[in-house]
């Protein structure tokens, strides 16, 4: 693999990628997690852009650089506990633009995936690895937050977040962590319901229920304190029982439609229909990897 997806938007101007290449690693993208969610039975979990690699553009590049380190021995290494380490390279060169069109974005790093096994019915069942936290902080879904199962619609939420980092090069939620930089849910929902309204009470309903489950090994958070369920670890709750929001003052003055500039009128409609239906409170309303292939939006003109 060539580079992560940040470094290649590097290269363009204002590091933000053409639109129809832009629509065209989203397509492929949900290509790859259709198959994690529907072939692997996998939740990646760990979506982002660090996790999305570049092919080379042209077969020629990787022999062409081994031969170039083999003339200009010695290698760059070091010697620990008896094994030779050699220095790893992201950096290949100049890309040959004529051959753009041949590098593909690649999901790597399975590290933190979960498997999700499936009843005689084909459904999903979720297990005690269905509820614990997981996620990179800013493209967090919300019943991860409020202590609720997860599944593939985990997944979902994440790649509709990183629809912003790949075609507008700029995060979604702008106030996910404090001045200290510690991870803060109660900004991150305020953010969440300014974007997208208040969440459905049969979610709050069902966050309640999860708080009196306790997992079968406590978790420490952030903070070192050992915790027994996802309200504890994110230091719920964030809602009152008539589904009201515990911090209004931290709701921000934000409007979706205000949050991709870059797109013109009539892209932008479409590309609001497209990430609304990842970007669903309730993770029954998200639609799938494979569905989503299909909308207008990634239709290349």
């Not at 589904?243 to 709701?251: A, H, N």
């Not at 991709?260 to 993770?283: D, G």
């Amino acid at each position: 693999m060539r580079e992560p997806l940040w470094i290649l938007q590097k290269r363009f101007v204002d590091q933000r990628l053409p639109l129809p290449v832009a629509k065209a690693y989203l397509l492929i993208l949900l290509a790859g997690l259709d198959y994690l969610h529907s072939e692997c039975r996998l939740v990646h979990t760990d979506l982002k852009l660090d996790n999305i690699l570049m092919t080379f553009e042209n077969e020629d590049i990787l022999p062409n650089f081994i031969k170039e380190q083999i003339t200009n021995l010695p290698m760059q290494c070091k010697t620990t506990s008896g094994r030779t380490i050699y220095r790893c390279h992201n950096d290949f060169g100049s890309l040959d633009w004529r051959e753009l069109r041949k590098m593909l974005p690649k999901i790597v790093d399975f590290g933190l995936a979960a498997r999700l096994e499936s009843d005689s019915q084909g459904q999903v069942r979720n297990e005690t690895g269905g509820v614990h936290p997981i996620q990179p902080d800013h493209y967090r879904a919300p019943e991860v937050i409020l202590g609720c199962p997860w599944s593939f619609s985990a997944d979902i939420w994440n790649i509709g977040v990183l629809a912003w980092d790949i075609i507008e090069h700029t995060e979604l939620f702008l106030h996910v962590h404090d001045s200290q930089g510690h991870y803060n849910p109660k900004t991150h929902l305020a953010e969440m319901t300014a974007l997208l309204g208040p969440p459905p009470k049969e979610l709050l309903a069902k966050s309640d229920a999860m708080a009196e489950f306790s997992w079968p090994n406590p978790i420490m958070n952030e903070t070192g304190r050992l915790c027994r369920n996802g309200r504890e670890y994110f230091n719920g709750p964030f809602f009152n029982e008539n589904g009201e929001f515990l911090y209004d003052d931290l709701i921000p003055a934000r409007k979706l439609e205000d949050s991709i500039p870059s797109l013109e009128q009539k892209e932008r409609q479409a590309f609001l229909s497209f990430v609304t239906l990842m970007l669903a409170w309730n993770p029954d309303d998200r639609q799938t990897a494979g569905e989503l292939m299909e909308h207008p939006f990634l239709r290349l003109e």
